[in-house]
Every structure is written in structure tokens, then in C-alpha cells.
């Protein structure tokens, strides 16, 4: 199969580990991943801040440079994956233009986060990883209750050999992050990131991994200032990793 990727912004400025190992993983299954590289913002900061006039360029380029890329688009991001699904077509058809509406629909259709393209479209749990460490689990608010993603990077993970999985307790409140949500609520993002942090304190795991950039950077970055010795790995390395370059 031909494979657009989506690198993300923090991907490309900050993480390039997660595209490159989304690459990785999916050229060792046997497809083809191309990247076109006239991408940029998929304009989820701009949608969720509520600069909408100012989304829709990014809309209208985002549809250009993807629509006839590949069969599908994949993003190693729940976020910017919810928002092509969920929110370019509303700033299409709230700027006027019903013909990107639509074309953005098609697009959304073929879009999907990681563990979504292995598991639903490639039809894949085990991808062949190895990497043995004690690992715990965070299911991002996008992919958990946007995309609606469930147990499948949890399946991934558990056909991993040498990973031992462990549960995170209340896995499904929110990290705390939300973009420009830590940086306006600072305090109760901050409130929201300590108890998030305990919990994955208390799995006793080595990596704490997810499927969006975002909340590893800011769950990351609390448990480096506690010197706690916890990594933050996304899902992709974990599942790129092999017997020859576990780390």
C-alpha cells in the first residue's frame, strides 16, 4: 500500500523519532510511505484557539498537498488526526467553500492515526517489535474520545515481545496538556500533570508511552523535574524497535 505521512508540527520542529520511526515501521511491513514536502500545520492550533478565518489557508493547503498522495494518509497523532476528521470540513464549509468541504471529507476518510492504520486497515497486531522494558500506557483525550481508537495501541503493545505492559491507574483522565489550554490554565494544568505523573510513578514502568507528541512532551517533561527516571517513548519507536536496535 502507498502511505502518505503526516509528520506533525512537533514532529518536525521537536520529535522527529516518531515519523521517522512511523516510517520505519511501515516500510518493514512491506509498504510504501511517501512524504510530501510542501506539508505544514494541519491548523489544529489555530481551530482550537478559535482563529478560524485564519485555519481555513491551512485547510485549503493541507487538502492540496495530501489529496492524491496515496491511498491513505497516516499521522503518528491522535490530535492532528482528530482534526482533519473532525474539524477541517466545519472550516471549509464555515468559510464558504463547499467544494473543500467535501474535498476534505474524502481526505478525512482516508486519514488515520497509527494504531489505527495497523489495526483496522492493515489488519496487524504483531509488527514484529521487540523491546524489553516495563512499560505503562497513556491514552490520549484525542484518540481516546475523538477518534475513539480504544484498546488497539494496547494490542499492539501487548504482542510485543520483551515489553511487559502495565495497567496505568486512571488512564483516561487527561495528562493536563490540551495545547494552549497549560499555557492559559497553567495552574490546573499543572494540578492535572502531578496527578497524571503519580500514577505512572505507581506502575513502577520504565517508559510511559502514548500516541501524540503532545501529551509525552508535557508528562515528559514533569518527570524529568522530578529525576524520576522515566522515559516518555511514543508508540511508534516502541513498535519500530527490533532485537537489533531496542534501546
Known amino acids: 500500500m502507498r502511505i502518505a505521512l503526516v509528520a506533525t508540527c512537533l514532529g518536525d520542529a521537536m520529535f522527529p523519532q516518531a515519523p521517522r520511526a512511523t516510517v520505519e515501521l511501515l516500510e518493514r511491513l512491506g509498504h510504501e510511505v511517501v512524504f510530501p514536502a510542501d506539508q505544514t500545520c494541519c491548523g489544529q492550533m489555530h481551530v482550537n484557539t478559535g482563529y478560524l478565518d485564519l485555519a481555513l489557508p491551512l485547510v485549503r493547503h493541507h487538502v492540496d498537498v495530501f489529496a492524491g498522495a496515496a491511498d491513505v494518509v497516516v499521522a503518528p497523532s491522535g490530535s492532528c488526526v482528530g482534526c482533519v476528521r473532525h474539524q477541517h470540513a466545519m472550516v471549509a464549509r464555515r468559510g464558504g467553500d463547499e467544494k473543500l468541504a467535501q474535498a476534505a471529507e474524502d481526505l478525512a476518510a482516508r486519514t488515520y492515526e497509527l494504531s489505527e492504520l495497523l489495526v483496522d486497515v492493515l489488519g496487524v497486531t504483531d509488527v514484529g517489535a521487540y523491546y524489553p522494558h516495563r512499560v505503562t500506557y497513556h491514552p490520549t483525550c484525542h484518540s ?40 492559559k490554565n497553567a495552574d490546573t494544568s499543572t494540578a492535572m ?37 522515566v522515559r516518555t517513548v511514543h508508540l511508534a519507536e516502541i513498535l519500530a524497535s527490533t532485537s537489533e536496535g531496542a534501546a
Not at 494490542?155 to 483516561?172: C, I, K, N, Q, Y
Not at 500514577?199 to 508528562?219: Q, R, W, Y
Open 144 to 183: 481516546l474520545r475523538m477518534l475513539r481508537v480504544g484498546d488497539k495501541p494496547l494490542r499492539l503493545l501487548r504482542e510485543v515481545r520483551g515489553l511487559t505492559l502495565t495497567e496505568l491507574p486512571d488512564a483516561e483522565v487527561c495528562c493536563g496538556f490540551g495545547g494552549t489550554f497549560a499555557v
Open 193 to 229: 500533570l502531578a496527578d497524571k505523573m503519580a500514577n505512572v510513578l505507581a506502575t513502577h514502568a520504565e517508559v510511559c508511552t502514548a500516541g501524540d507528541t503532545s501529551c509525552l512532551m508535557h508528562i515528559g517533561g514533569g518527570l524529568s523535574r522530578l529525576r524520576s527516571g
